[in-house]
Structure formats: C-alpha cells, structure tokens
C-alpha cells in the first residue's frame, strides 16, 4: 500500500496491487503523513496543529493530538513507541505513542523547525530549522548535543544515515554529507537547478533519494569515505 497527502486537503490510501484508492480523509491543509513501523496505522500532520492517528484496516480515526502552533512534520521512531514533530514556534515535541503523553520539548532553534528524524537505533533526534543550524538531541534525556552551522542557502531536510555518524542534510543547491562526529561536510553533491524538498536514505545508507520541485526524484550514490586525521 501507498499512503499519499495533497493540496487538495486529503490523505489518501492506494492499493498498489489493484491501483484502486482504498480510504480518503479530508483535513485542515495537510503537512506531512507516515505509515507506523508496523503498517497497521498511518499518522497525519496538519497546519492547525492536529496530529491524527489512522486504522489502516477501517480508516477510521484512532486518536487526535494538538500541538500549538503549525506541524511541519512528523516522524515515528524506528520502533513505533515515539513521535517527533517539527513546529513553526522553533520547537520540537517528542510524544509518546501509547499514552499519547508530550515526553520533551526540545528547544534551542531560534526559528521554525522544519524536519526533524529519529536515528536508526531511536536514541537522538536531528533538526534543521530556518536558522540555518543542524542540530542533534539525545531524545531519552530531552537535550541538545550538537549545533552545526548550514550557511545562509536553507536546509530542508535532514537526516541521520543508518550508522548515526554521518547526517544527510537537504540544502536549496545541494547536498551535503556531515561527520557527527567531527562537525565537518565530508561529502557534497550539487549542480540541480531546483530546490530540494525532501530527501530519503536506503536501508544500507549507499543510496539518497532525493526529490525536486520540477516533479523528479534524484537518486545519489555515496561514495566511500576517507577521513583525514590531524595531530596536534
């Protein structure tokens, strides 16, 4: 199945099999939307502040979250128990799944937070925001850990590659690959005309997907990695 959202305000659920549509919800302007870990639910965002949980099964509304202020984003953990979403108020929120409860609030961009992803193993969150910083949380304690500087051109997308070493941040020309680690780009891909708008990373981290604003997908190939140590 295929779970896809719209500027026609809709969430939609298609059967790839039969290429029929399977379930349709109206909503409030439509953010982002993901499939649970499990598939057996889809999570939805809106620009009212709404986060909705959906029976795969029935379509119908599971439970309903508020959040203050407008939904970027959301992301679950890799292993279903939390959710992250991105906020125009510069904050992120960590919410429980199963009882719903808000865990953290994490704080320190200075302007809207527009991604932000779990790492492989669940344990830190990566953000990019308007402010033109990266930054990493540890998501059990709730707290920052690393700010890395983006420059000015904006980046829309971030991620952490299944390692949790390296992070893949979307930026309006190109794409960089940044060492946690070290805090240094150790790898770019440039030359695209559009800007980015989101980007993905295969299970093994040797692949980037990459989508445009002219309607195509950019698949990116990492290359091997050589790191320079300098002694003091």
Excluded at 30 to 51: C, E, H, L, M, Y
Excluded at 215 to 225: C, G, M, R, S
């Amino acid at each position: 199945m295929v779970v896809s959202y719209a500027k026609d305000d809709t969430i939609r659920l298609w059967d790839v099999r039969s290429e029929t549509e399977i379930m349709q919800k109206h909503l409030t302007h439509v953010t982002s939307v993901q499939f649970s870990p499990k598939g057996d639910s889809i999570v939805s965002s809106s620009n009212d502040g709404a986060i909705c949980f959906w029976a795969v099964s029935s379509g119908q509304l599971i439970k309903k979250l508020e959040e203050d202020g407008v939904i970027f984003d959301i992301q679950f953990s890799p292993d279903g128990q939390l959710l992250v979403s991105s906020l125009s108020n510069n904050t992120i929120a960590i919410w429980n799944v199963k009882s719903s409860e808000k865990v953290h609030v994490l704080r320190g961009h200075s302007d809207i937070v527009r991604k932000a992803a779990f790492s492989s193993d669940g344990r830190f969150v990566v953000s990019c925001s308007s402010d033109n910083t990266i930054r990493t949380w540890d998501a059990i304690a709730g707290t920052e850990i690393q700010k890395f500087e983006a420059g000015s051109e904006g980046t829309h997308d971030v991620k952490f590659l299944p390692s949790g070493q390296i992070i893949v941040a979307c930026l309006s020309e190109k794409v960089q690959l940044w060492d946690v680690k070290l805090k240094v780009v150790i790898q770019k891909f440039g030359g695209y005309e559009m800007c980015k708008i989101s980007i993905d990373v295969s299970s093994d981290g040797n692949m980037i997907a990459l989508s445009l604003e002219n309607a195509t997908i950019k698949l990116l190939k990492k290359i091997v990695l050589f790191k320079k140590i300098l002694k003091k």
